[in-house]
């Protein structure tokens, strides 16, 4: 424990504290809502109650941690970190808890930007960071091992460290022709009656044939 004075230590971080940090796991109303939505979290993945996951939400990476942030539907999240802090580099202590009940110092927490906020149908990959203020948008894929440090467009897949886009999912003209469809909002029986549209490898598919298959969705 060395300079470290016992007392400090057991009473740290404090009870009022202490008691904040057991409120931050996922509610009750929170799981009821999952449950509706149908979405799946891991047993041992930590979302705060603020994350708002839509349909079908698969959290399927064990020790994920997710801050508060938009996750779309159909989205699939691997061994994740989302963190909505930072701290600010500039003062000699960089750990807020000791700063304030400590020291007594000014807060070294920098105030939250912009929230993350992941598209509709992604997959983010085991081991993925996501940094503050980032927008990934529909249908990404995010490689594992990735440190997101900036905004990705649509049915791009990044991979590294700080992710680049490395390609996209399909070609131009075919992202062009399904950027609207938005089958994430589609009901279970929409979803079963264009199980064709589902089937269709949307990589090497002929654009026309795509164009007459989606004039002819139920
Ligand atoms: C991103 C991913 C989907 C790419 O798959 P792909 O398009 O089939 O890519 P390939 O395997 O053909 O690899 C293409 C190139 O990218 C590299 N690459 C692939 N994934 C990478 C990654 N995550 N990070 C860095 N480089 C990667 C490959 O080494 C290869 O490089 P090369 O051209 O120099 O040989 C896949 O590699 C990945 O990361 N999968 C995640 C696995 C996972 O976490 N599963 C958990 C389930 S939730």
């Not at 509706?36 to 994920?64: P, W």
């Not at 997710?66 to 989302?82: E, K, W």
């Not at 009940?101 to 906020?117: C, D, E, W």
Request: with cysteine.
């Amino acid at each position: 424990m060395g300079q470290y004075p016992r007392r400090v230590v057991q009473r740290f971080p404090g009870p009022e504290l202490r008691a904040s940090i057991r409120r931050i796991p996922t509610s009750i109303r929170q799981r009821r809502q999952w449950y509706k939505d149908d979405v799946e979290v891991v047993r041992t993945a930590r979302v705060s109650r603020n994350a708002v996951l839509g349909r079908r939400v698969r959290i399927n990476g064990f020790g994920a941690h997710i801050d508060p942030c938009t996750i779309g539907p159909y989205t699939l999240v691997g061994r994740v970190v989302i963190r909505a802090a930072n701290h600010h580099t500039e003062f000699l202590n960089l750990q807020e808890l000791t700063q304030q009940h400590v020291i007594g110092g000014r807060s070294v927490l920098k105030p939250p930007s912009a929230p993350v906020t992941i598209g509709a149908g992604c997959w983010i990959a085991d081991n993925v960071v996501i940094l503050e203020g980032v927008t990934i948008g529909n249908g990404v894929i995010v490689g594992a091992g990735a440190v997101v440090t900036k905004s990705i467009p649509d049915y791009a897949i990044a991979i590294g460290t700080p992710a680049k886009v490395v390609k996209y999912r399909y070609p131009e003209e075919v992202i062009e022709l399904i950027k609207d469809i938005d089958w994430w909002n589609w009901s279970d029986a929409k979803l079963r009656a264009n199980v064709e549209l589902f089937n269709v490898d949307l990589s090497t598919v002929d654009p026309a044939e795509l164009k007459e298959l989606l004039g002819r969705l139920h």
